[in-house]
């Protein structure tokens, strides 16, 4: 009971703060709409959408090995630490990589008006890149320790430091979107050297030769291959929209996806205490608690969640156009197709999870992958035909089956007796 309301605690706390932080974010967005042009507002989508991206999905497996070890740890008693200092080293030197890979593909494919062009959105890139990784692995490290409501303060502040370069947009005395991109990586990178500095430091002073070996292992590989997979999906429909369509098409996209991001709220706030719940001995000591997880979550949110998005969804045509004076009319079919995937995903949300207490990395990443081919290929055919529009309604039917795949994988835990979770400790090596 005591872990429970730790929990629910956490859960609170979380979501207050993580509310206070969206709320900027849709003022950001709401700013940044009226202070550039679609040119300078598309820019910016794809910057972050990038940056965002490439944290997910070259940091992704550190981190979530990182955050899951360290919870383990922690919830069992045991004294040593994890190393947050190799966690950080080996997710920035992926960052760096995927950069330099990133700027050579763009360069033999001619993706960019020049050289300078490209040079300068792969910089901001990776430079918005490595802080905002910074940033939330510090936040796990807390999630981790507990101490949910310091890690959401550090998201508070961050979103702080971006909805700031916004308002300085909106008074012109940022006026294009390289240099709105230039201030976000400069400010988050403050923010990182702030709060992860000193416990990158501590750990690089502590932990002993041994720990070392953190960095890539073979779990920490299975895991990268699922973030891969899980950021490429979640920034898929970005990239096929900016890659197949316009710049109206990104900018109505992107917008559309900063309204979803308000109304499903709670989320991210579910998804780390859920991240942290299944990491506890209990959770990952039997395949019945985890099925129970799963039911009851299940029969708890699909009423509210289909109350609040059915809502949403009414309110679309009214609401949207009254944001942002009607500048982009197609956000508000795509706004109402994503409510249907949102809806899809808030029902399985612990269900991933549960794969990864299940330890069976290779088939979650195996299930991400083929429908993150499968949406990239339907696109290609959509695209031209149906637009924007139609596009997001072919990754919201291939995203329904994925989750639906993951939920039955989840609900059916390999047979036979189950393996004894390796300690943190036999992790390392």
């Known amino acids: 009971m005591r872990r429970l309301s730790t929990f629910t605690r956490g859960f609170a706390s979380t979501f207050v703060l993580d509310v206070a932080a969206r709320a900027m974010s849709a003022a950001t967005t709401v700013l940044l709409l009226h202070a550039l042009d679609v040119s300078g507002f598309a820019f910016i989508v794809l910057l972050l959408a ?61 993706i960019g008006e020049s050289l300078e062009e490209r040079a300068t959105f792969v910089g901001l890139g990776v430079a918005y890149t490595l802080a905002h990784a910074t940033v939330e692995l510090s936040v796990f490290h807390h999630q981790a320790q507990l101490a949910f409501a310091r890690g959401g303060l550090i998201s508070v502040l961050r979103s702080t430091i971006i909805l700031a370069c ?9 006026e294009t979107g390289e240099q709105v991109g230039l201030a976000f990586a400069i400010g988050v990178g403050a923010l990182a050297v702030v709060v992860a500095g000193p416990i990158a430091w501590q750990t690089r002073r502590s932990i002993a030769g041994r720990e070392g070996r953190f960095g890539f292992g073979r779990e920490s590989a299975s895991l990268t291959i699922y973030s891969i997979a899980s950021a490429g999906w979640a920034y898929a429909t970005v990239f096929l929209v900016a890659a197949l369509l316009d710049e109206t098409a990104v900018a109505s996209y992107g917008a559309a996806s900063r309204y979803i991001s308000v109304v499903i709220g709670p989320v991210p706030a579910l998804v780390s205490v859920i991240r942290v719940r299944t990491a506890q001995s209990d959770m990952i000591d039997s395949e019945e608690a985890q099925i129970d997880m799963m039911r009851n979550w299940a029969k708890r949110v699909a009423p509210l969640a289909l109350l609040v998005l059915g809502a949403a969804g009414i309110a679309a045509p009214f609401a949207i156009p009254f ?107």
Do not use: C
């Open 50 to 110: 990038v940056g965002q991206f490439l944290g997910g999905a070259a940091t992704g497996g550190l981190r979530l090995r990182y955050v899951r070890t360290e919870a383990e740890r922690v919830s069992r008693g045991e004294g040593e630490r994890t190393s947050f200092w190799v966690a950080w080293r080996s997710g920035n030197l992926l960052v760096l990589a995927a950069g330099v890979l990133g700027f050579l593909g763009a360069t033999a494919l001619g």
């Open 166 to 174: 916004s308002l300085a947009a909106t008074f012109n005395v940022l």
């Open 323 to 429: 944001v942002d004076g009607g500048k982009y009319p197609l956000s508000v079919p795509i706004f109402e197709v994503m409510l249907v995937l949102a809806f899809a995903q808030l029902v399985t949300l612990p269900n991933s999870s549960l794969l990864i207490t299940q330890k069976r990395y290779t088939l979650l990443a195996k299930v991400n992958v083929a429908a993150v081919v499968a949406y990239a290929l339907v696109a290609i055919v959509v695209a031209p035909l149906l637009g924007v529009v139609g596009l997001v309604a072919a990754g919201t039917l291939v995203a329904v089956v994925q989750v639906s795949t993951v939920t039955y994988l989840a609900a059916h835990p390999p047979q036979g007796d189950p393996t004894p979770s390796p300690t943190p400790a036999e992790l390392v090596h």
